[in-house]
Each structure stands twice: as structure tokens, then as C-alpha cells.
């Protein structure tokens, strides 16, 4: 037992990287009541040694031993059942054991485990099934959970699949954990050992297919070189039950095959796909299937031949039925627009490209439909293609990757974000038609459906950039099992298997998550208007404008009296029409939409009243002021954990809360002095444009630096900022405090560019108080900006500084590559006060 204790006590100082997850296996602190409790064996009812049955029992032994730190031997079947863990497929299990009457008949990948009595048996219905439940009892487990149960459990759907966007080149599009870990330099990797460690986290997830490259694909994976590495990622991730799936160019024939045509009804067209998907099967005989972006967003398609979509889709569905693939072709489908045009709406676009194709797919085609019709917005009504196709299979898209969510840099749970939509009634035919109802099959007896999440995931030993992120995915597998489970309780479950099992802890970081997306919205966009971030450049900082005047079709319609897109069915683009009539009604009129879809539905004047009783500009403002504060207040929550979370991950958790703490403040300044700037009219509570507590640096007495007007002109305050007049002068920024003496934070505002790492560094009289560098690009991993705009603007802030009326306040900035130093305004802040 003592060297138990000794385990124990390490524990909890031990320092993480965050690269086991979930699956830490930490020291229980009631192993020692519960060690004799525990079995003495593994009895595996599979002895290969890549079989999922016989990895489930490698990892009860890691468990019971990182756990307890109890060794147990595994045994190959018949051993002697008492004290001990068996785990098998059901039909093994009663081959060995004569019956398993207990067991209820269980779906494709479902288990049954019971820990009840002196033998804990965990049966699945097939091995992938036994190892889910195998990561269930290790769950509850390490989660402290000693209860003596009996159950069964099946999935709701049988696609449960990530979608991965790496290049070839190793690069991802959206990624922001570092490079791919399956590709680079055009090439699959050569060492699948991540790739293996990503299958065991996904199966304890209960995922069972990965797409591992980008949906805008690149047709150089079909060579013989690429298929055969592609064989290395399956057979790595074949142990856990984990398949592999690959995204297509549909241009491949031309662009590979030296074909000239990519025509879907060719037939030199369909014998090459028919023979670059065998030869995929020949290296990778349980290949999940394809996915498929086209004539999406300059990808090429079908249409470019007169084809339609449906016969796309079928051209993959005929050359990978004979194997058992699944062709996902996404319904992202849409054309540029022009705003001019009051009744052009991209929203339309899905059903309008699909509906009609309702009962042309083949069956082993799942149409792959994004949660809202735009794209991965902050809020989106439930995408109404859900409710239009009778006679197809369909599939939900979620995002677990942050990409309008704040890249991985700001604390977003969506977990309720995707129960809004997953949850939601499309009362198709007046009937109860839940959106988990449908993508399951049930709803429309379809054979197929499911879940897929965008996921990038790279190299970085949090996976996905930052160890906070890991919940969406933890609970994006949960959900894709059980659409009904609850955000709350998932998340809990992560915490405990994440960071602790104390109490406090899990009540803090509870509180902090379930805030998080709500804060979220209220300092990004509110009232259904989307997202206001710059979606021509980086889909991360704010910049209303740019919904606008393109042809991308995510517009605001925003001018100096009015907002929100018409989208009824009587004056509008008719969106709200193509939902069936409960919903459509409800939508249609302005008094029975929710107010937090108002603007996506409805163009009305700032002065519009909401249901709320506000209108909608103070709604604006409220809402991005507490949504700021409740980002400094995560801040403050993350702190009081100092002492219960390992030293590495509480420092890295703190610096991402820090940063969010003042890019929240970024956001609520930039769209609330836009909004204000354009409607001309003033927050009622006095706040917006009012900064008494700032000093523009502008307004400073510079020497080698000089005043520079920003764009977005929102994005900096008072529009100006200043900059080094060379990439080679040092600047300074003096000013003389005429302050009340006493104790102040001081928060600053500057811009950190990629492509250079100038340094700042602060002084009171000539004493240094602070100094830092602008490496952002380095340290925070989202899509960083080479200009002076919301992505690069950022506000840090020096706590209990002493000061004295009169003295001087001095910041030193010395340039580098093409970043000038840049400096926006210093604030001198009495504590507890956040302007
Ligand atoms: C044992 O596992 C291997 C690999 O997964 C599989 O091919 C085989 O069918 C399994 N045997 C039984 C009896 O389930
Ligand atoms: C486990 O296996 C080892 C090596 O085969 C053996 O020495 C040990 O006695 C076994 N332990 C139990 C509890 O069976
Ligand atoms: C099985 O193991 C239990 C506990 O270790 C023991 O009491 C029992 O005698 C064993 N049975 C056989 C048949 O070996
Ligand atoms: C323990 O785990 C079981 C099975 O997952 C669950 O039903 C039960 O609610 C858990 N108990 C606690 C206290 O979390
Ligand atoms: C596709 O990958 C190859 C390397 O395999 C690369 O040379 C080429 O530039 C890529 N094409 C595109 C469009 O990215
Ligand atoms: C495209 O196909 C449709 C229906 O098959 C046909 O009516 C139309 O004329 C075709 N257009 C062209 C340009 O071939
Ligand atoms: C109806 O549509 C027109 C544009 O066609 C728009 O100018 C007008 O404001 C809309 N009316 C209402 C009541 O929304
Ligand atoms: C919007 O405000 C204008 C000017 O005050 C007014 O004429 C118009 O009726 C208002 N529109 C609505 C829908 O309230
Ligand atoms: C705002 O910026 C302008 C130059 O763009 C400058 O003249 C003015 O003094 C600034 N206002 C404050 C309060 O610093
Ligand atoms: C700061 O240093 C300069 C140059 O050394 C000196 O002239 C000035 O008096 C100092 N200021 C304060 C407030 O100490
Ligand atoms: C700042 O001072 C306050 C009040 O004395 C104290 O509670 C707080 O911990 C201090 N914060 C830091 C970061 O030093
Ligand atoms: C200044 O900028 C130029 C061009 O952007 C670059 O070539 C040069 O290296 C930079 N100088 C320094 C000192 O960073």
C-alpha cells in the first residue's frame, strides 16, 4: 500500500501535457478503499492481438494500474470467471460460456456490461462494442463511480465519424493544433504511432470513422504511393474499431487518371473509379467510404457535365457498394449572390439544390447536411433540409473545431449550441421530428445516418491547441451515441476525467463552461445575425462589414436604420418557408419568432422593440457588455483552482483565459462602436465610445512613433493606433498620469502581427513594470492577421500597479520584421473596474 499512497500523492503534481485526454488513468484517491474490490484478471475472449477485444483488455490492464496501481494478468478465454473482467463479443461469450440470457439483443457496435457479483463482463455485439464498454467501465472508474450495475446500451446512429481537413502537404485548413498527423510533405506519414494513440481517444469516444483529408481534396491521395500509406493509417487504427474514410476530388480522372472528362455517366469515368476503389480495398479491406464537396465553393462537381448531384453521389455509391463503403456527399452547395437583390439568400441554397433530389440517392449515400444552412455560425435556425428529404439518408455536420467559434484562443462548450439543433422539432407532417429522430434513420425508416464533426486535430500534445477544447470533442462522441445525453452531465464526466474529482473543481469549471457559449454570442453576434467576424480574411476577430457588399451571401443588410435579412415568405427571400408549416409560421411572423433568431429572419429597425422589451441596438450593447465581463470573470474563476490542477496545464489554461479576457473586450469595443456608428444612436447606460479611464496612445507624446488610422476603423479606439515611423526606429509613447494616487491595473491595447515579434516594454518614472513580445502567431495557434485589425488586436493587462499622481508613464516599443509596434491605448483601471 505504500507505494499506493506514494502514487497518489505524485499525482497530483505531476506535470501533464495534456496528451492522454481524457484517458489519464490518474490515481484514485479511494483506491485503497477499493482495491480488494477489484478483479484480479482480464479474460479476453479474443487472443489476436489487434483484435478491439484484446486491446479493450491491454487497456483495462493501463487502467486498473494507473488507477489502483493494481497489475492484472489477461488470459486467454476459459480461465476462471471469479474475480474477474471478461470481455468479448456476446456470440464468444456464449460459445465459452454456455449463455448469456441476461444479455437484451443489442444493435451494431452496442455492449453490455455488468460489474455486478464477483465477475464483471462486458459483451458487445461485436468486438468494436466490447472495447466501447471496456472505456466505459474504465471511465466510471477513474471517475470514482463504484456502483454495481447491469445495462445495455446502443447507439443512436450508425455513422459516427470525424472529418479531418489536413492537406497533403501537412498543413490544415482550420487547424489549430499544429501540423497533420497524417500527412506531409504531399505524402502519408510514415510513422502511424499518432495516428494510434487518436484511434484509442476517438474509440473511448465510441467514433468509429475518420475522413483524414480535407473535403477540398487533392487528387495526387489517389496515387499507388498514397493508397498504400493510406493502408498504414487503417491498420493503426483497426485495433480500436476505428475506420478509415477518404475525401475525393471529383476531378480526379482528368487530374490523376489522364482521363478527359470527369463526367459521372462516362463509362471510362465510372471503370477508373471502379478501379481505383478496388485497389483501396485491396489495401484497406474495411475502408468506411467517401466523402464528397462538390461544385461547392470552386470545387468541381457534376453539374459541370449537366449531371445531377444525386448522379454524382451515385457514381461512388455503385463502385463501393460491392465492398461495403458509404458515400457522404455533402449538401454544402451554394452559388455567389447578389445582395442587390432583396430575395437572393444563400440559406435557400441547400434545400433548393437537394429537395428535388429526394429518392434519386443511392442507398448507401448519406447526404451530409452543416447544423444551420450558412455555415458553422454562432447561431443558426436548424438547417430545414432535415425536414425535406423523405427517401434519403441524412447526416448531421458539426464543428468541433472552433473555426467562427474563436479558433481554439476563446472558451466556447458548444455542446448546447448543437443540442439547439439536435433537439429541435421540424414537425414534419405535424408529427414529432426531432432532428436526432431523423439523422438516426428512425424517423423516415431510412437504413443509414448519423453524426459527422469536423475535427483537426494535429500534432500539438493537446491535440486540438488547447486542453479546454478537448470537452467539444469528448462530448461531440457522446452525443453522436446519445443525441439525448445532457450538456452539463457530459462535461462533468470530462471534468473529472480531465482535471479532478474535487468538488470545487468541478463546480468552477462547470460554471465557466456553461457560460461560455452564451458569453460568446453575446460579445460576437446576437439576435440570429451570425457571427460578426471578418469572413473575407480570417473568420476570428470582428468585423461586421465584411458580412456585406460580396457575393458570399452571409449578409446583415445592415445600414444606419435597419438590420437583419428578410427572409419571410410574404416580403422576403421565402426561407421561412421551406420549413414544414408549424415551423415555418412560427418563423414567418415577427411576433412568434424567438428573439435570438429575430435578425436572422427579420429586417427591422434598430429601434425594433424585442419580446425582451429592449431594442434591439441596446440589446447589442447589453449583451456585448456582459458578455465581456463574464470572459474577465473566467479569469478570475480559473485562479481560484491554482492549487488542485497541475502546474502545466493551470498556466496554459490561464494564458488562453487571459487572452480571451481581452479579446472579449476587442469585440465588445468593435461591434458596439460599429453598430454605434452607423445607427447614430447612443447607449443608453453611456458606455460605448466612453472611455474614462483610457489614454489613446495617439495622445501620448511620441518620438519615432506616429498616429496610423485602422481598418476596420472599429478595431482600434478613437479609429487610431500608432506605429514606429520605420521597421527599424524605437518608438516611445510618454505620458504624464493625472490620476488619483493609489493602486490600478494597467491594461494595454496593441496589435500583434504575424510576421515579426516586436517587443514592448512599460515604465512608471523610468522603472520597468512590464514587457512582453508580440509572438501570438507562436503561442495561441489561430489563423493570425498581418495587419492592424480585430484578429491581431490584443489587450493585456499588468494587475496592482502603485501610482502616484504625476508620474510618467512610458512605453518603449522596438519593432521587427513587419510588425511596428503597434499601440492602440493604455488603461488605467481602479480594481475591480473593467471599461
Ligand atoms: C478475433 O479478432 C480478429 C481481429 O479483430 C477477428 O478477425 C476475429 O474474427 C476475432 N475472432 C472472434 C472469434 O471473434
Ligand atoms: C501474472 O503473470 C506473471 C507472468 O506470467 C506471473 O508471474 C504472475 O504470477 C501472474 N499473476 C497472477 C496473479 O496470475
Ligand atoms: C476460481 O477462483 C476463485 C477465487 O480465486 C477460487 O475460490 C475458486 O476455487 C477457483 N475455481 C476454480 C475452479 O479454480
Ligand atoms: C455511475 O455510473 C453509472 C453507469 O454509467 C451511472 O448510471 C450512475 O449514474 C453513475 N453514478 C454516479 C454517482 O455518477
Ligand atoms: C496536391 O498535392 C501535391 C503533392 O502531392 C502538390 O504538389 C500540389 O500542389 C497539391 N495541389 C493542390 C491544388 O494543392
Ligand atoms: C441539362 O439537362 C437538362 C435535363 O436533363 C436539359 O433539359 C438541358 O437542356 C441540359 N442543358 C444543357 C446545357 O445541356
Ligand atoms: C419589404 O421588402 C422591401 C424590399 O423589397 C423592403 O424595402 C421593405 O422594407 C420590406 N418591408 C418590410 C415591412 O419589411
Ligand atoms: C422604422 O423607422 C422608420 C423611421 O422612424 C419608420 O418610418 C418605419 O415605420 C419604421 N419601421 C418599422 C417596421 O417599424
Ligand atoms: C483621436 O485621433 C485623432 C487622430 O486620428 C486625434 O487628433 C485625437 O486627438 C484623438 N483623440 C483622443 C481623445 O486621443
Ligand atoms: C528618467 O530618466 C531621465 C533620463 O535618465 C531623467 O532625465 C528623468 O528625470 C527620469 N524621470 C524620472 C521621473 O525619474
Ligand atoms: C491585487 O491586489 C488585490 C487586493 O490587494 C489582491 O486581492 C489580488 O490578489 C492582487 N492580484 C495580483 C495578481 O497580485
Ligand atoms: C523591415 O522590413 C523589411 C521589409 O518588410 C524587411 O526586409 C526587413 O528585414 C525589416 N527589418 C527589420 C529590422 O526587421
Known amino acids: 500500500m505504500r507505494s ?27 483506491a485503497n478503499r477499493y482495491y480488494h474490490t477489484l478483479p484480479s484478471q482480464v479474460i479476453t475472449l479474443n487472443n489476436t492481438e489487434v483484435s478491439p477485444v484484446y486491446v479493450a483488455c491491454l487497456e483495462l490492464q493501463k487502467g486498473l494500474q494507473g488507477i489502483f496501481g493494481k497489475r492484472v494478468n489477461v488470459t486467454h478465454e476459459n480461465g476462471n470467471a471469479s474475480a474477474s473482467v471478461i470481455v468479448g463479443t456476446v456470440d464468444k461469450y456464449i460459445k465459452v460460456y454456455g449463455n448469456a440470457d441476461e444479455v437484451p439483443k443489442l444493435k451494431e457496435d452496442g455492449f453490455w456490461l455488468s460489474t455486478e457479483h464477483d465477475t464483471v463482463r462486458i459483451l458487445g455485439q461485436n468486438e468494436r462494442g466490447a472495447l466501447y ?148 480495398y485491396q489495401h484497406i479491406p474495411d475502408m468506411a467510404g467517401y466523402l464528397i464537396k462538390a461544385n461547392s465553393e470552386g470545387q468541381p462537381g457534376p453539374l459541370t457535365y449537366n449531371r445531377t448531384l444525386a448522379q454524382g453521389a451515385n457514381l461512388f455509391a455503385k463502385a463501393l457498394r460491392p465492398h461495403g463503403g458509404i458515400v457522404m456527399f455533402r449538401a454544402f452547395v451554394y452559388n455567389q449572390l447578389n445582395e442587390s437583390d432583396w430575395k437572393a439568400d444563400r440559406a435557400n441554397a441547400a434545400v433548393e439544390f437537394f429537395k428535388d433530389l429526394d429518392g434519386q440517392f443511392d442507398d448507401n449515400v448519406v447526404v451530409q447536411i452543416k447544423y444551420g444552412p450558412i455555415d458553422f455560425q454562432v447561431r443558426e435556425p436548424t438547417s430545414p433540409l432535415f425536414g425535406n428529404l423523405y427517401k434519403t439518408s441524412t447526416a448531421i455536420e458539426l464543428q468541433v473545431t472552433q473555426e467562427y467559434l474563436g479558433q481554439q484562443c476563446h472558451l466556447v462548450y458548444l455542446p448546447p449550441l448543437w443540442k439547439t439543433v439536435l433537439d429541435f422539432d421540424l414537425r414534419v407532417d405535424n408529427k414529432s421530428s426531432l432532428v436526432s429522430d431523423i439523422i438516426s434513420g428512425e424517423r423516415f425508416r431510412r437504413p443509414l445516418g448519423g453524426s459527422a464533426a469536423v475535427v483537426n486535430v494535429g500534432t500539438s500534445t493537446t ?14 462522441g457522446r452525443l453522436a451515441w446519445n443525441p439525448a445525453d445532457d450538456p452539463q452531465s457530459m462535461l462533468q464526466d470530462w471534468i473529472r476525467l480531465t482535471f479532478s474529482l474535487d468538488e470545487n473543481v468541478i463546480n468552477t469549471i462547470t460554471k465557466m463552461f456553461m457560460q461560455s457559449w452564451p458569453a460568446y454570442e453575446n460579445y460576437s453576434g446576437n439576435l440570429g445575425i451570425q457571427t460578426l467576424t471578418d469572413i473575407l480574411y480570417t473568420h476570428f476577430g470582428p468585423n461586421p462589414a465584411s458580412q456585406d457588399n460580396n457575393g458570399w451571401g452571409q449578409w446583415t443588410r445592415a445600414d444606419h436604420m435597419t438590420i437583419g435579412m428578410d427572409r419571410t415568405v410574404s416580403n422576403g427571400t421565402g426561407f421561412s418557408g421551406q420549413y414544414p408549416p408549424e415551423i415555418a409560421q412560427r418563423y414567418e411572423n415577427i411576433d412568434t419568432t424567438p428573439d435570438d433568431l429575430l435578425l436572422w429572419f427579420h429586417h427591422v429597425n434598430y429601434t425594433h422593440r424585442l419580446q425582451s422589451g429592449k431594442t434591439v441596438i441596446q440589446h447589442f450593447y447589453d449583451a456585448h457588455y456582459n458578455g465581456a465581463e463574464t470572459a474577465q470573470a473566467f479569469v478570475t474563476m480559473w485562479e481560484s483552482l491554482k492549487d488542485k490542477i497541475d502546474s502545466e496545464r493551470y498556466n496554459e489554461v490561464l494564458f488562453r483565459q487571459t487572452y480571451q479576457a481581452g479579446h472579449s473586450i476587442v469585440w465588445r469595443d468593435a461591434v458596439s462602436n460599429y453598430y454605434w456608428n452607423l445607427s447614430g444612436i447612443p447607449d443608453e447606460a453611456n458606455r460605448v465610445g466612453h472611455h474614462p479611464w483610457r489614454i489613446e496612445a495617439e495622445s501620448m507624446t511620441l518620438n519615432g512613433y506616429e498616429a496610423y488610422l485602422v481598418h476596420p476603423f472599429e478595431t482600434a479606439s478613437n479609429y487610431t493606433a500608432i506605429i514606429t515611423t520605420s521597421n527599424t526606429t524605437v518608438g516611445t509613447a510618454t505620458v504624464k498620469l493625472e490620476y488619483p494616487s493609489g493602486i490600478y491595473d494597467v491594461a494595454v491595447n496593441y496589435y500583434d502581427l504575424m510576421g515579426g515579434k516586436a517587443h514592448w516594454q512599460v515604465y512608471l518614472n523610468n522603472s520597468t513594470f512590464g514587457q512582453w513580445v508580440g509572438d501570438n502567431e507562436d503561442t495561441l495557434g489561430h489563423a493570425p492577421s498581418a495587419y492592424l485589425d480585430g484578429h491581431s488586436a490584443t489587450r493585456r493587462t499588468f494587475r496592482n500597479v502603485t501610482i502616484e499622481n504625476g508620474d510618467v508613464l512610458q512605453i518603449v516599443g522596438t519593432p521587427n520584421g513587419i510588425e511596428p509596434a503597434p499601440l492602440d491605448y493604455v488603461a488605467l483601471l481602479p480594481p475591480g473596474l473593467i471599461d
Open 4 to 30: 499506493l499512497l506514494l502514487l497518489v500523492s505524485l499525482g497530483l503534481v505531476a506535470a501533464e501535457d495534456g496528451s492522454s485526454g481524457w484517458l489519464r488513468y490518474s490515481p484514485s484517491p479511494q
Open 133 to 280: 464498454g471496456t472505456f466505459e467501465y474504465l471511465s466510471m472508474l477513474a471517475q470514482g463511480n463504484f456502483s454495481q450495475v447491469t445495462y445495455a446500451t446502443n447507439p443512436n446512429a450508425p455513422i459516427r465519424w470525424v472529418n479531418h481537413w489536413d492537406n497533403m502537404d501537412g498543413s490544415i485548413e482550420r487547424g489549430y493544433g499544429d501540423r497533420s498527423i497524417f500527412f506531409e510533405n504531399g505524402e502519408v506519414v510514415d510513422n502511424p504511432d499518432r495516428a494510434s494513440k487518436y484511434a484509442r481517444l476517438l474509440a473511448s469516444i465510441r467514433i468509429n470513422g475518420v475522413i483524414v483529408n480535407n473535403v477540398n481534396a487533392n487528387a495526387s491521395l489517389l496515387s499507388s504511393r498514397n493508397i498504400e500509406g493510406l493502408g498504414r493509417i487503417a491498420d493503426a487504427f483497426r485495433p480500436y474499431g476505428v475506420q478509415l474514410g477518404i475525401s475525393l476530388n471529383f476531378a480526379s480522372p482528368k487530374l490523376v487518371g489522364g482521363l478527359s472528362t470527369f463526367d459521372p455517366l462516362d463509362a471510362s469515368v465510372i471503370a477508373w473509379w471502379t478501379k481505383i476503389t478496388d485497389e483501396i
Open 463 to 476: 491535440w486540438l491547441g488547447s486542453h479546454l477544447a478537448m470537452s467539444n470533442l469528448y462530448a461531440y
